[in-house]
């Protein structure tokens, strides 16, 4: 289990009515892995991004923007599959904000065939309901991909 917590300073706008700058926030970071099975491993985190002024920072906003919440979550976990003598690693890396409204995946398996060649695919899916939020601004940037390695 590890945790931590933060404050950021935003020296640049102290007072934290300009939109386009950082506003001064406190963070906070909780995670924890555990193995939950024969070569099964799972990590969980929640990190949030407390805004300090809220009404400031949103006054700033241009019109017609979403304002976003003054505390951001964001979720993620980890999952990992070992197995055929742990050459194949099965894997699925997971965000989701329910705060942006926005999600990012990230699955992928990859095959040790020997020694030194392993191959490996997987995909990213990008997704939300704003252009505005951190994932969401991606949902275009979905894809997938194999991949092949030789190691000497």
Do not use: C
Not at 16 to 42: K, M, P, V
């Amino acid at each position: 289990m590890y945790s931590e917590i933060g404050y950021y300073n935003s020296k640049d706008d102290p007072r934290g009515n300009n939109a386009r700058i950082r506003n001064s926030e406190i963070r906070w970071l909780f995670e924890y892995e555990r193995e939950l099975g024969q070569d099964l491993t799972g990590s969980f985190q929640y990190y949030a991004e407390q805004r300090l002024d809220q009404s400031a920072f949103s006054a700033g906003l241009p019109e017609g923007v979403r304002v976003p919440d003054k505390t951001r979550h964001l979720l993620s976990m980890r999952l990992t599959k070992l197995t055929m003598m742990q050459n194949l690693r099965l894997s699925l890396f997971a965000f989701w904000s329910p705060s942006d409204e926005d999600f990012y995946l990230r699955p992928s398996v990859e095959y040790q065939i020997d020694d030194n060649w392993s191959v490996s695919g997987g995909g990213n899916l990008l997704e939300g309901n704003y252009h505005s939020t951190f994932f969401g601004q991606f949902e275009n940037n979905s894809n997938v991909y194999l991949s092949g390695k030789y190691s000497f």
